[in-house]
């Protein structure tokens, strides 16, 4: 399987509850990122764990990394409507001259009102 | 909020047409990326590239595909003849800073290419 692959694939919760998504990876990261996909449209960075960290929060985002066991996870907290989208992981590749940033599959979240 | 312009935002082309995607990437940035995504899979990689040349690229990117910075604004991904398989949506993204730092990417909205 590729760098970066988020389980489940596809999350369906009422407003008002928690979301918590899953990546895995699989070489060694200097940092981990998590982005979101509003339908149709471009990728926004979310956050950024660093891989001497454990735990990072924003606003209503909790993230969490674990290198021994090389998996990351997301929870969105008090999730609304407008939460609603894809989430992808994101690793820079280990290559020293390397320069790219690769996304797992992702995962779909529907917020019902 | 500075941000990443790609036009334009949907193409239509005939099989075997050339295909010229155009990004303004952020003024100041200095890496620059495109990645692609075929409807509801994963966001792929294609190519970076900075200081006027490739720095990595995937190997979904062969001949067919290149990339200019024509000018000091313009980031373009040409497509010489585009095949049924290309369609998908072509995301440009810049970032400050490359290589596996805390570097976060700035994605445009994508371009939509139909290949007909």
């Known amino acids: 399987s590729q760098q970066g692959e988020e389980d489940p694939q596809a999350l369906s919760i009422q407003e008002g509850e928690n979301a918590t998504m899953n990546c895995s990876y699989k070489?060694?990261?200097?940092?981990l990122q998590w982005y979101r996909q509003n339908s149709g449209r471009g990728l926004v960075h979310l956050i950024l764990?660093?891989?001497?960290?454990r735990e990072k929060h924003s606003g209503r985002l909790r993230v969490t990394l674990d290198t021994s066991k090389k998996s990351s996870s997301l929870l969105i907290t008090a999730s609304r409507a407008a939460d609603t989208a894809s989430y992808f992981c994101a690793t820079w590749s280990a290559k020293a001259a390397g320069n790219k940033l690769t996304f797992g599959g992702g995962t779909r979240v529907l917020v019902k009102p | 909020e500075p941000e990443v312009t790609q036009t334009p935002s949907h193409q239509v082309t005939q099989m075997g047409q050339e295909v010229i995607l155009r990004c303004v990437p952020i003024?100041?940035?200095?890496?620059f990326y495109w990645y692609r995504q075929i409807l509801g899979q994963k966001v792929e990689f294609l190519v970076s590239f900075y200081n006027n040349e490739i720095s990595e690229k995937s190997e979904i990117f062969d001949d067919q595909f290149s990339v200019e910075r024509p000018d000091g604004s313009n980031f373009t991904l040409k497509i010489r003849s585009t095949k049924l398989e290309d369609s998908a949506m072509y995301f440009c993204?810049?970032?400050?800073?490359?290589?596996?730092?805390?570097?976060?990417?700035?994605f445009g909205a994508g371009s939509r290419l139909t290949v007909l």
């Open positions: 003024s100041n940035h200095l890496y």
């Open positions: 070489t060694s990261i200097n940092n």
């Open positions: 764990i660093r891989s001497n960290e």
């Open positions: 993204a810049s970032s400050k800073t490359g290589g596996p730092g805390a570097n976060v990417l700035t």
